[in-house]
Nanobody, 119 residues
């Protein structure tokens, strides 16, 4: 079992920055690939950024060049640095941890943190 707790959301003006954190507990954090997803009202949840166990990253086209995902295995934490925020970035942001094992997929979610970009 993995417990994920997000923090760092809030209200920010367009062009501003926020850093989201996701603290993990309950299992070996370094064994999991981590991701940030978001869901805006009336829309499906979408992948924003992901970081593999080895540190390789990928981003959705809509945030590439503006957002940066990173992980600190010593602190069991994954971060999402969000710069040049736009109103369309407004959503609930969720942290995800996933690990594939033979015959089993371990998939965990946090409770989400609200990010609102508005003037």
């Amino acid at each position: 079992q993995v417990q994920l707790v997000e923090s760092g959301g809030g209200l920010v003006q367009p062009g501003g920055s926020l850093r989201l954190s996701c603290a993990a507990s309950g299992s070996i954090f370094s064994m999991y690939a981590m991701g940030w997803y978001r869901q805006a009202p009336g829309k499906q949840r979408e992948l924003v950024a992901a970081i593999a166990r080895g540190g390789s990253t990928n981003y959705s086209d809509s945030v590439k060049g503006r957002f940066t995902i990173s992980r600190d295995n010593a602190k069991n934490t994954v971060y999402l640095q969000m710069n040049s925020l736009k109103p369309e970035d407004t959503a609930v942001y969720y942290c995800n941890a996933v690990r594939a094992r033979p015959g089993q997929l371990d998939d965990y979610w946090g409770q989400g943190t609200q990010v609102t970009v508005s003037s």
